[in-house]
């Protein structure tokens, strides 16, 4: 059982910064994989970027690549996304999710109740 609370969200214009935060709670921090997901209005909710459980693996979508990254911090059982050059197209609401990591293709199974992210030209 793991809770996740994101945090960081916000209005912003084209081409700044903004770090978005997720807290865990519940079960040991490092030993689940975690992810990041977006949903913009009348889309489906799609994958932003994944980190496995030491933090040395990563990998994004290729319409944030170069962009966003994500990091770890297992002591702090907190898990990031830096987003620079936001574009408008990045307008979602943004999720953290986490699965055991041993689970290599199965879907994530907890999730974040998301925070906004708006993105104005």
């Known amino acids: 059982q793991v809770q996740l609370v994101e945090s960081g969200g916000g209005l912003m214009q084209a081409g700044d910064s903004l770090r978005l935060s997720c807290v865990a709670s519940g079960r040991t921090f490092s030993d689940y994989t975690l992810g990041w997901f977006r949903q913009a209005p009348g889309k489906e909710r799609e994958f932003v970027a994944r980190?496995?459980?030491?933090?040395?693996?990563?990998s994004y979508a290729d319409s944030v690549k170069g962009r966003f990254a994500i990091s770890r911090d297992n002591a702090k059982n907190t898990v990031w996304l830096q987003m620079n050059s936001l574009k408008p197209g990045d307008t979602a609401v943004y999720y953290c999710a986490a699965k055991p990591r041993d689970v290599v293709a199965g879907p994530y199974e907890y999730w974040g109740q998301g925070t906004q992210v708006t993105v104005s030209s």
């Open positions: 980190i496995n459980w030491s933090g040395g693996i990563t």
